[in-house]
């Protein structure tokens, strides 16, 4: 993805254009999530630092959608186009994510099942990603691929040429889709809601379980000290996060893509809390919600 990121930013200054691009790393080990960002314009760019609003997010690898360290959800608006590198189709993930902008598909290679033995990800996501900004032509994109890879010989240039033009021709119908967004001004600038996780006191030990009875019939939720409790004003209904990261299965969804908690069987392991997009579920001491529950507030 860095190269993906050098790719497209020396495409759009062969176009004329300023460019920053650059990576962010997590933690440098192999596997950790890694985003690169590129700022185009036909002025000076004056903003440094990750970008808060993008107008494209392009995914290499959908299983990093809904983890919340990859930040691939973050300050995306209506406005905000994804191109996802995935075998699963537009309107799957649209319906999965919910999520207000355009959603576009570069179908995943079938040539591999690990995707990181996919040399050319990278390549593929920069090509298409030039076609749908549409300023960027075939010649330059080239030409880009020439200035950031030619010191590894024409042979892994050109396949890797290839692979962008391929990708470039893909999204042929959508070219000129993403196009710049209204700026952000620092005096509009709103604090983000954060989540805070409650502790219980360090005298309140959680039971110790020695066999396994997980069932219906035993009420795990028992085990619970903190309780997640979800906000319906804030859920943006996506179904699919929270129920399916759910390690007990305690969120089902109704046909509205309304989650609900079985607080029966939910032991408050607080994973949905942590995997919500835009924090829409809270924590709460059990004592606290059961004494509310008690009172009828």
């Known amino acids: 993805m860095k190269t993906a990121s050098r790719i497209l930013g020396s495409a759009f200054f062969h176009e004329g254009f300023e460019v920053q691009d650059a990576p962010r790393y ?28 993008p107008d494209l997010v392009t995914v290499a690898d959908d299983s990093l959608v809904p983890i919340p360290a990859a930040g691939v959800l973050q300050g995306l608006d209506p406005h905000t186009a994804m ?23 570069l179908p995943a290679a079938e040539d591999a099942g690990d995707r990181a033995d996919l040399p050319f990800v990278g390549t593929a996501c920069a090509g298409a990603a030039a ?15 020439e200035d950031e890879l030619g010191s590894h010989g024409p042979q892994l240039v050109d396949r890797n040429t290839e692979t962008a033009l391929q990708s470039y021709d893909l999204m042929e119908a959508h070219a000129g889709s993403v196009t710049e967004g209204t700026e952000h001004s620092a005096s509009d600038y709103a604090r983000p809601d954060w989540v805070g ?42 179904w699919w996060v929270c129920s399916t990261f759910c390690p007990d299965g305690a969120i089902e969804v109704d046909t509205q893509g309304r989650p609900e908690i079985d607080y029966d069987h939910c032991k408050g392991c607080m994973i949905c809390v942590a995997k919500c997009p835009p924090h829409a579920i809270e924590t709460i001491p059990e004592h606290v919600a059961q004494a509310a529950e008690e009172t009828g507030a």
């Not at 004056?46 to 609003?53: A, L």
């Open 26 to 53: 997590g933690a440098e080990r192999r596997g950790a999530p890694i985003f690169a960002y590129v700022r185009a314009s036909r002025k000076a760019i004056s903003e440094r630092g990750i970008i808060q609003h």
């Open 83 to 105: 191109l996802i590198n995935s075998h699963t189709t537009a309107e799957v993930w649209q319906h999965r994510l919910n999520l207000e902008g355009p959603v576009l598909i």
């Open 131 to 145: 076609r749908l900004v549409g300023v960027i032509g075939r010649a330059a994109l080239a030409g880009a691929i």
């Open 197 to 238: 996780m409650t502790a219980e006191d360090v005298d309140a030990a959680a039971p110790s379980i020695h066999a396994t009875a997980t069932s219906v019939e035993v009420k795990t939720g028992l085990w619970r000290t903190l309780r997640p409790v979800i906000d319906y004003d804030r859920c943006k209904r996506c």
